[in-house]
């Protein structure tokens, strides 16, 4: 009869091997195991932070290696010291700066750093992390986007198509709008995603890996119905191109989306954004509430109730009426 504390031994010795070969597995690849479990969309901004990291390592080190393999950067700076570390993570900062990027982005950049240490840190590969902080930004960014006249009348110029191309546009700047979609949201939707009988959409939010569910306002439900009749029953993307090279195929992209509103801003003498579009549907929402900024966070999908703040603050400019009152004739 086996001994039973001998069995329990071996298959605790034998769970602790397999436990250090997949600890092995994962540190071999540490960028594929940060990744893991991230929207797509998450995972493309993630790589692009740490491609530049590699590139400036590269520029600095002059070291071939590192010419193709972010890996390879991530890994120099696990395999230093914490302080050569946080020279080296300064040194990157500082580069940001130096190429004139704006703050939001040097600050994504160095948290993209910081958030592949802490997963080394957890892992044991350091026993530190990176202490170089953000750059300051401004406190204040244009919320105010092109206004509910300039949407209405993107939106007018749009419908005055009468071929696919108006039907799917107008679906498009409705949703930017009307339901506060970014344009990553928009381009990643596919058919199955619009439950046409609810007049409900599943989206993809910017930082989530689980679908959510948003009900369509009666405007913007008619306008996808129309394209979705043009477009037909198909599976696949729910906005594709339209053009002769890739008419009915070929997933629209992002930039496509930015071109589309662009151009329809242009033709209303508008210069604007996909996101200043939903800039003015949150602005809306909050005159149409009273600043009520906990509704708004709702509607926006925002996860930082701060950022809500940042809209009411600009939208109601509590700055400039406290300089009126003051101000002097």
Do not use: C
């Not at 580069?95 to 600050?107: F, S």
């Not at 997933?251 to 954004?273: K, N, P, S």
């Amino acid at each position: 009869m086996p001994d039973t504390a001998t069995t329990g031994a071996q298959d605790l010795a034998e769970a602790r091997h397999a436990a250090v070969l997949l600890l092995d597995r994962i540190q071999e690849h540490l960028l594929d195991a940060f990744y893991a479990g991230r929207s797509e969309n998450t995972v493309r901004a993630y790589r692009r932070d740490h491609e530049d990291f590699r590139a400036f390592v590269a520029r600095q080190t002059g070291f071939e290696s590192f010419g193709d393999s972010a890996e390879r950067a991530v890994r120099l700076l696990l395999a230093i010291d914490h302080g050569p570390a946080n020279a080296l993570a300064l040194g990157y900062r500082n580069d940001l700066t130096a190429r004139r990027l704006q703050p939001a982005t040097v600050n994504r950049r160095l948290a993209a750093l910081r958030s592949v240490v802490k997963l080394g840190n957890t892992l044991g590969l350091v026993a530190w992390s990176l202490d170089v902080g953000n750059v300051e930004a401004a406190a204040y960014r244009d919320t105010r986007g092109p206004g509910r006249d300039g949407v209405k009348a993107m939106i007018a110029q749009a419908k005055g198509r009468s071929d696919a191309k108006g039907l799917r546009d107008t679906a498009i700047v409705r949703l930017l709008h009307d339901v506060a979609l970014r344009r990553g949201e928009v381009v990643s939707l596919d058919l199955e995603h619009y439950d046409a009988r609810r007049g409900a959409l599943s989206i993809l939010g910017k930082g989530r890996t689980q679908r959510e569910r948003v009900t369509l306002p009666a405007p913007t439900r008619t306008a996808l119905d129309a394209w979705v009749a043009a477009r037909g029953s198909r599976a696949g993307p729910l906005f594709h191109r339209l053009d002769q090279a890739g008419a009915g195929e070929g997933r629209l992209t992002g930039e496509a989306v930015r071109q589309l509103v662009r151009g329809l801003g242009a033709e209303v003498g508008i210069a604007t954004r996909p996101h200043g579009l939903r800039h003015t549907a949150i602005t809306s929402v909050l005159d149409a509430n009273g600043g009520n900024v906990r509704a708004a966070q709702r509607f926006s999908r925002h996860r930082r109730l701060e950022t809500l703040q940042l809209y009411d603050d600009n939208r109601s400019d509590l700055g400039g009426q406290m300089a009126a009152q003051i101000a002097e004739d």
